[in-house]
Structure formats: C-alpha cells, structure tokens
C-alpha cells in the first residue's frame, strides 16, 4: 500500500465518522479537529523529519510532505525513494526545528545504554 492510498482510507474514514456523529447528533467540535486534522495556527519552527531509517537517507532529515499526506497527530506517512531506486511509504514526525538533534539521538541512546 503505497501513502496516497492510505491516505485515501484515512480520508474515508474521517468522513465516515462525521456521517455517524451527524446521524447521532453529536455535535462536531469546532474547525472539525481531530485525526489528520491541521492545527488551525502552524508554528513556523516546526519542521517534519524521516522518523527512521531508509537507506540513503538519515533519522532526522528535513523533508517536505505533500499536500494532503496522512497524518495522526504529530506523526505522518510519507512516501520516498532510497537508495536503490525503490518508492515506500515511510514515517515522519513533525517537532521543533530545536528538538530535532535530540529526536535523532533518543533512537540510538536506547541500544547504548543495553550495553
């Protein structure tokens, strides 16, 4: 499953939830938050980053999603090409331009410490 066709599930899964609040009565909170929702002010500090490895690329990298990308929350699917020419879909994380370096250090302080 490649990210724009997950990203079409999530699309028709958030619309499902509005039909079945809506047939119940449930009102909908305001600018409809929720899942894959954005945030209604974006903090011009954030940045989303590869939140693992692909080869070719590192933990940490900048990267611009696409419009429209699946997103939960702070993480989001994006896909990309590594190394050897081939396209998946692969986790990102948006955060602080500032936290970044130590996103990338929490992966690799875990193995290190079991040492």
């Not at 899942?35 to 693992?52: D, R």
């Not at 090409?81 to 990102?92: A, C, F, Q, R």
Request: hydrophobic residues 40%; glycine residues 12%.
């Amino acid at each position: 499953m490649i990210a724009d066709q997950f990203s079409g599930f999530m699309r028709a899964g958030r619309l499902e939830v509005i039909d079945k609040r809506n047939r119940r009565g449930v009102v909908q909170a305001p600018g409809g938050a929720g899942i894959g929702a954005a945030p209604a002010v974006a903090n011009p500090q954030n940045v989303w980053i590869l939140a693992e490895m692909i080869e070719g690329h590192k933990i940490g990298e900048r990267v611009v999603p696409p419009v429209g990308f699946p997103t939960d929350g702070s993480w989001g699917l994006m896909s990309l090409t590594n190394s050897s020419g081939v396209i998946y879909p692969y986790l990102i994380y948006q955060l602080d331009e500032s936290e970044v370096p130590t996103f990338c250090d929490d992966p690799i302080e875990g193995p290190r410490s079991k040492n």
